[in-house]
């Protein structure tokens, strides 16, 4: 899976807890294997919507096992490895390629907000240390740092692992755009934002999308009616199942969002977060309730054998 090309729907798995707040593996072997029967293109680890944060070196370390055990090598898997400096980033980004990753997600330090040529010396470093493909996270809601076109360019032309950047800057729509046209192809581009722009990203170019992972059927359908050329259908699909696409980008309540809905699926044991995100209130909750209730989602249907 190391030289396979990525595109189509990566999930970012959700960190499932247990009641007293310890990383669920049973669960997390219940969300992988969820994703599979979802048909997913490949599995994202360790991203912002896998609170990320909050998890030591000792449970990434066993995630990492987890996952790449229960993935069994049927589809890629891309390990976020951003960290607030370069050893760190580093350090993290070699255990990732230990481990079996396809690809390494990386985000800019996000503590002191580096200028753009901090930001070409921290890629450029993690490139010269490993052998995998690197995606440049573009995160500028969460990290705090937009990576300017011209130093994405430059940097792809410069180190031949870094191929893909997974653009989140709002709108994704127009930046996916500016990549696209100055990269010359060395460049290829996934979406982000829970794939609140997907249809638009998918008709500008993007190979692909990094969502949550709640909802990775109707990603998979949603490419799958765009290629067969059945846009108009892809488009109706799409903007149908906007409202929970919106309602997981909840600002400090995305991911309990993202797990009440696992949750009600049986698919995950709780929808514990960790701090400093904050669990959702009774009246998000009946807001999900009232989206879901007009959906055929997968992760509802009780058809899931996990």
Same mark, same amino acid.
């Given at each position: ?65 987890? =996952?790449? #055990?229960?993935?069994? *090598? $049927?589809?890629? !898997?891309?390990? &976020? ?8 980033? /580093? ?87 500016? =990549?696209? #046209?100055?990269?010359? *192809? $060395?460049?290829? !581009?996934?979406? &982000? ?8 990203? /998918? ?104």
């Amino acid at each position: 899976m190391k030289n396979k090309e990525l595109n189509g729907v990566f999930p970012i798995l959700a960190t499932p807890f247990t009641d007293d707040y310890q990383v669920d593996y049973q669960s997390l072997k219940r969300l992988i294997r969820f994703q599979l029967e979802a048909r997913v293109d490949g599995i994202s680890i360790f991203g912002n919507a896998s609170e990320m944060y909050t998890l030591t070196e000792d449970e990434r370390e066993l995630i990492g096992q987890v =996952v790449m #055990e229960e993935v069994a *090598g $049927k589809i890629p !898997v891309v390990f &976020g490895t951003g960290a607030t400096g370069i050893p760190q980033a /580093i350090q993290l980004s070699k255990k990732a390629e230990q481990a079996g990753a396809s690809a390494l997600m990386i985000i800019p330090p996000y503590m002191v907000k580096p200028d753009p040529q901090r930001i070409y010396d921290y890629f450029a470093e993690i490139a010269q240390a490993v052998n995998i493909p690197i995606m440049m996270q573009d995160a500028p809601i969460a990290s705090g740092v937009s990576i300017p076109v011209d130093i994405m360019v430059k940097l792809a032309n410069n180190y031949e692992n870094i191929q893909y950047v997974k653009v989140e800057s709002p709108p994704t729509t127009i930046k996916i755009s500016k =990549v696209l #046209e100055q990269a010359d *192809g $060395k460049l290829k !581009v996934f979406g &982000g934002l829970n794939g609140m722009y997907l249809f638009e990203e /998918i008709r500008r170019g993007a190979v692909g999308t990094m969502p949550a992972c709640e909802f990775p059927d109707v990603c998979v359908r949603i490419f799958e009616l765009f290629h067969d050329r059945k846009e108009e259908e892809a488009k109706r699909y799409f903007f149908k199942h906007l409202p929970l696409i919106r309602i997981g980008t909840l600002a400090k309540y995305a991911m309990g969002v993202h797990k009440q809905i696992l949750k009600d699926g049986g698919i995950i044991s709780t929808s514990l977060v960790r701090n400093p995100n904050v669990p959702i209130d009774e009246s998000i909750k009946e807001e999900i309730d009232l989206i879901t209730t007009e959906l055929d989602l997968l992760a509802l249907s009780g058809k899931v054998t996990i």
